[in-house]
């Protein structure tokens, strides 16, 4: 019996696209931390990032890069500019950046401590985290290799800017869940930053907050981030018809800390005077100039009865 020639193109096709469509189970979707703790003037962060991707004809360069010191310089640069964005006059200090790649996941540590955030108005501390939606727009680098600009390596998929219209064949697109067009989702793809974090862009009164006392007295934002670009393939076979899904991105789960029990006003946290953070930041402020002014009166006690002694001496030789 002759088998029809559709039926095996068909037949060619809906196998190779099904090894395909295997592929895009083989990436599970892994959960990052982000998280900020905050301790009167001090603010120090951390973000473990799991980028993973499993698109077709895509792959990530293999590395493994430590950044710190002198060699992070530039890189410091690069966030204190990201988040003075959005924060005037902040500053990033003691950098940290491990980075480490296979083929389709990318792991990246970051350790900072930001500056400038803080200040003491009538009586109370204030604590500005309009920052914690920073995205570092310029490329970061190592070896040659990109760290930040992860997109320049999915444009190489055939994936990206297919028709959405097909008698066998249609694709679609989303970024971060919302629909593109097959015309811009080569573009959405190559820009894609792995140090992105827009989508916490919502302010810190709207996020979910607890109260602890377990082990002292603790206050907890939380908030989850999920920034990712998606090609959906789906194939219109009436024996067999399915879907592939390619997806690269990363999903974070955030955690603001502090030891105390702030009032939130959009992304301002308001400390009352009678916090005992904001009684030892009013007493540091306080604290600074009188030891200055009793180190300079105390100098001019010790030294000035030699001052008079030498007077003394110097009359007595008239």
Do not use: C
Request: glycine residues 6%; charged residues 15%.
């Amino acid at each position: 019996m002759k088998v029809p020639v559709r039926t095996n193109i068909s037949f060619a096709l809906l196998l190779l696209l099904g090894l395909i469509f295997l592929q895009s189970f083989t990436v599970a979707e892994a959960w990052g931390d982000y998280n900020i703790s905050v301790n009167g003037s001090s603010i120090s962060v951390s973000i473990n990032t799991v980028y993973t991707q499993n698109v077709t004809g895509s792959s990530n360069p293999v590395y493994s890069t430590t950044l710190s010191g002198s060699n992070a310089s530039d890189t410091q640069s690069a966030l204190t500019s990201a988040l003075a964005n959005l924060t005037p006059g902040v500053s990033v200090s003691n950098l940290l950046m491990i980075s480490s790649s296979t083929l389709n996941k990318t792991t990246t540590t970051l350790k900072f401590n930001v500056n400038g955030a803080t200040s003491i108005e009538r009586g109370a501390l204030k604590i500005n985290l309009a920052w914690k939606s920073f995205k570092v727009t310029s490329n970061i680098t190592s070896s040659g290799i990109s760290l930040n600009y992860v997109g320049r390596y999915l444009a190489q998929s055939p994936a990206w800017g297919n028709p959405s219209t097909g008698s066998l064949i249609s694709w679609s697109y989303s970024e971060d869940g919302k629909a593109i067009k097959a015309s811009e989702s080569l573009a959405a793809a190559s820009t894609f930053l792995l140090l992105d974090f827009s989508q916490l862009s919502a302010p810190l009164d709207t996020w979910h907050h607890t109260l602890s006392v377990d082990s002292g007295l603790s206050f907890r934002l939380n908030m989850n981030l999920n920034h990712n670009i998606t090609a959906k393939e789906t194939v219109h076979d009436p024996t067999a018809p399915f879907s592939g899904i390619f997806i690269a991105g990363f999903s974070h789960k955030v955690e603001i800390v502090i030891p105390d029990s702030p009032t939130i006003v959009g992304d301002e946290l308001i400390i009352n005077s009678s916090s005992p953070i904001t009684e030892t930041m009013i007493a540091l402020s306080i604290a600074f100039p009188v030891v200055g002014v009793v180190a300079f009166f105390t100098e001019r006690r010790l030294t000035s009865p030699n001052r008079t002694r030498a007077s003394r001496k110097k009359n007595r030789g008239r």
